[in-house]
DNA sequence: AAGCAATAG
DNA sequence: GGTTCTATTGCTT
């Protein structure tokens, strides 16, 4: 599950007395703004942030999961077990002194009465997981996920919302603790975004309770790196609000840089080469010479989070981007229990592929060997795609794809470890990854279209990243920070694939497929009931009353259109595409499936359909195609092919038809058996054998009557590589293959 | 597109 | 800096 922070970390709040941090407000100020202004084009920001971000983190995740499941487990000391480690424990443990990832044997020690519940299967843990950030979501769709026990949120436009609604907003006080302050009352005044961020972040954590039952801690501030850092002052079920003026406060405590987030193992060596151990050092570190260290980017970030300043976007999960499954272990040395695990792992991973509705197109393998000089851990993988038809068998739930999988995990696995040599791994890891929400891939990369018809999944697309706190002048002009406006050209895709997943999700509802929400199959209740129906107002758009705003242009637009949209790019975008980004589900407004958006509403609730963040789908596909017989027979070796062929990008085959594999520099030197002259060349003897006895027998009869195999040269791919890699190189580096490169102004 | 490193919980 | 079981992003080829 997860490292420190959260029982080792001494806290955040220790030391009251000495408090004269290197920063004070008057020096933190200027410099953030400095920093953060350090733009190549346009002035700097005037306001550092008006944003207003939440960060949750659940309570003991694990073990509130299980104390929901079993509630004699509620005054008992509990520890969640994963293998010989505790992961997690509930208050109980951790006041006699259990803490997370301690040993079995250790914890056994302190708390001879502990209770252990198995948490291998991280099933129940993923479900509820889910349901709190869609519940998260109702409220307002930016909703990033860290981890299964963690949520940040940008509640900016609610707030802004709230504050052009509200009357009294001038005698309302902090919900929950302010950092540093001992009066919820003492600053209200002077910051009511943050106030009523308070307000959002309690009503928030009573929805999480009162729906979920779960308890957690929240912070309030101005950019994910503060309210994850304030989060955790107060630890259980509690919340905590920072004000600018205690930013150099908290990053002044935090003391070690590993402390900070972002800053890992790896990052905190190097600094420390450099002689930087405390957050001060990094803070008065010449940026110069951070650049020659690191390298622009990763210097001007690192430089920015010791001053607390992070420009970077919530942005929305949306479903995982991919599906794992794995298994460590002390000793595996046979490839006989190699196909056995794979064959468990993927027989699990199927099932939740299946579930989940989309297609992968990606199968990856990974291991973990154990060897004295690599001293225990780092993992290789083998990747390689997976053909359509069995990507369709894997989504539809086709009983015979697990066998053709594991042929392929079997192949991936020789190209890493030699069959006739000793080995000895400690892990397996098998992934599906690239999942599709439609079709296969029909690869129209570069055209628009293929935003709308690659994916429907909620969130993000294929690849959205972005470091937008860095590279300045590619974005565009109009870097409004904090205001939610800069020109974030991911949440062009984002909210448009996100679109086109509430059409699908309709017109399958309305197809008489109704898929809940983060449907498991064991819960079939949805405990996030749907908000009240008579508030259907998501607020998070940065714009006020959101009327039809479309006359103007300009600022106006600015303030009308969802976050992160430049208007200048806005402009530039056909007529349709605009009104879908004006569209209810853009700007915030939702619409429910069956309910014509009811009356006038509350003030701000909280309600709006449960958006669909992860919606694996329940009722099995039809089907598309019959599976005839030999189908498996043939697909088993086509997978092998498929494996096969990854490394060398030789004539591409057509499913279905064999192939003879050209033995490329990187093949495996040929283990030749005696029986092995039947086989055709592209079939791993190590594979063959492992196979179900009837299935050897079967695949000989085929090859048999196969033997004039077909080669299928490159007769389909034509004009292959030809120019196509226009490759956009004075945009190169930081920019993908996005709406924003369509529409740019050159 | 593939493989790995780094970071995270 | 490693334990478990994931998941994401960025770098390099």
């Not at 994916?455 to 294929?462: D, H, I, V, Y």
């Not at 939610?484 to 974030?488: E, K, M, R, S």
């Not at 005696?674 to 079939?683: A, G, Q, T, Y």
């Given at each position: 599950m997860q490292t420190s922070d959260d029982d080792d970390d001494d806290d955040i709040a220790e030391d009251e007395t000495e408090w004269q941090s290197s920063l004070t407000e008057l020096e933190t100020h200027p410099a953030a703004a400095a920093a953060a202004g350090s733009h190549i084009d346009g002035p700097p920001p005037q306001e550092t942030s008006r944003r207003v971000i939440l960060h949750f983190d659940l309570d003991c995740f694990y073990a509130q999961v299980e104390m929901i499941r079993n509630p004699a487990l509620r005054n008992v000391p509990l520890g969640i077990q994963q293998k010989y480690i505790i992961v997690t424990c509930n208050y109980v443990a951790r006041d006699q002194g259990v803490t997370k990832l301690m040993s079995v044997a250790d914890a056994k020690v302190k708390c001879p009465n502990l209770v252990l519940v198995k948490g291998e299967d991280l099933t129940h843990y993923r479900e509820t997981s889910y349901k709190v950030t869609e519940l998260l979501m109702s409220y307002c769709p930016l909703v990033e996920r860290l981890g299964f026990d963690e949520n940040f949120m940008d509640i900016t436009g609610m707030v802004e919302r709230r504050l052009t609604q509200t009357t009294d907003s001038h005698n309302a006080s902090f919900e929950g603790h302010v950092y540093n302050h001992a009066s919820g009352a003492d600053k209200a005044g002077d910051h009511p975004r943050l106030v009523l961020g308070s307000h959002i972040a309690a009503e928030l954590r009573a929805a999480i309770n009162t729906k979920l039952g779960l308890t957690g801690c929240a912070g309030v501030a101005t950019n994910k790196l503060l309210a994850k850092l304030v989060s955790g002052t107060f630890k259980p079920n509690q919340q905590t609000t920072l004000l600018p003026e205690n930013i150099g406060d908290i990053m002044g405590r935090l003391g070690g840089l590993r402390r900070v987030p972002g800053v890992g193992h790896q990052t905190s060596k190097r600094l420390r080469a450099l002689g930087l151990v405390s957050v001060q050092d990094l803070q008065l570190f010449p940026r110069a010479e951070l650049v020659r260290e690191f390298g622009s980017p990763t210097a001007q970030r690192l430089g920015n989070l010791s001053l607390g300043i992070d420009g970077s976007p919530v942005t929305p999960s949306g479903a995982p981007q991919s599906l794992s499954d794995e298994d460590s272990f002390k000793k595996m040395s046979t490839t006989k229990e190699v196909f056995q695990k794979t064959q468990d792992l993927l027989s699990s991973l199927v099932e939740r592929m299946h579930k989940d509705g989309r297609q992968p197109q990606t199968f990856r393998l990974t291991i973990r060997r154990y060897s004295a000089t690599n001293k225990w851990f780092s993992r290789e993988s083998r990747q390689c795609p997976i053909p359509n038809y069995l990507g369709q068998k894997i989504s539809s739930g086709s009983s015979d794809a697990v066998a053709q999988l594991v042929a392929m995990a079997v192949k991936l696995f020789h190209k890493m470890v030699d069959g006739g040599a000793a080995f000895h791994l400690t892990l397996i890891n098998v992934c599906f990854a690239n999942?599709?929400?439609?079709?296969?891939?029909?690869?129209?990369?570069?055209?628009?279209t293929s935003f709308f018809s690659h994916?429907?999944?909620?969130?993000?697309?294929?690849s959205s990243s972005q470091d937008q706190a860095s590279p300045p002048s590619v974005r565009g002009r109009r870097t409004d920070h904090g205001f939610?406006?800069?020109?974030?050209s991911s949440y062009l895709e984002t909210v448009i694939t996100q679109d086109n997943f509430h059409k699908v999700a309709a017109a399958e509802s309305a197809a008489g497929a109704p898929r809940h929400l983060h449907g498991s199959p064991t819960t079939k209740g949805p405990v996030v009931s749907a908000a009240p129906p008579d508030l259907q107002r998501v607020m998070c758009s940065t714009g006020g009353p959101e009327s039809d705003g479309r006359t103007s242009e300009g600022l106006e637009f600015g303030c009308r259109l969802p976050p992160n949209v430049d208007p200048d790019v806005f402009r530039l975008l056909p007529e349709d595409i605009q009104r879908e980004l004006l569209s209810p589900a853009f700007t915030g407004v939702q619409q429910g499936p069956s309910k014509p958006a009811a009356g006038p509403s509350r003030v701000d609730t909280f309600d709006s359909p449960p958006p669909r963040l992860y919606a694996p789908q329940l009722t099995p596909r039809p089907s598309t195609h019959s599976p005839r017989l030999g189908d498996t027979r043939q697909a088993v070796s086509d997978a092998m092919n498929t494996a096969d062929n990854q490394t060398s990008p030789g004539p591409s085959v057509a499913p279905g038809q064999a192939t003879v594999e050209a033995q490329g520099p990187g093949a495996r030197p040929p283990r030749l058996l005696?029986?092995?002259?039947?086989?055709?060349?592209?079939?791993d003897p190590g594979v063959f054998s492992e196979l179900p006895g009837d299935v050897q027998r079967d695949l000989m009869a085929e090859w048999k009557q196969q033997r004039p195999v077909l080669k299928t040269p490159s007769c389909i791919k034509q004009g292959r590589n030809s120019s196509a890699k226009d490759k956009k190189s004075a945009v190169k580096g930081n920019q993908r293959n996005n709406l924003y490169n369509y529409f740019k102004p050159n």
């Open positions: 999942l599709q929400s439609r079709g296969p891939a029909a690869s129209g990369k570069g055209a628009i994916s429907a999944s909620p969130g993000k697309s294929q939610g406006c800069d020109v974030d005696s029986s092995e002259c039947d086989f055709p060349m592209n079939v």
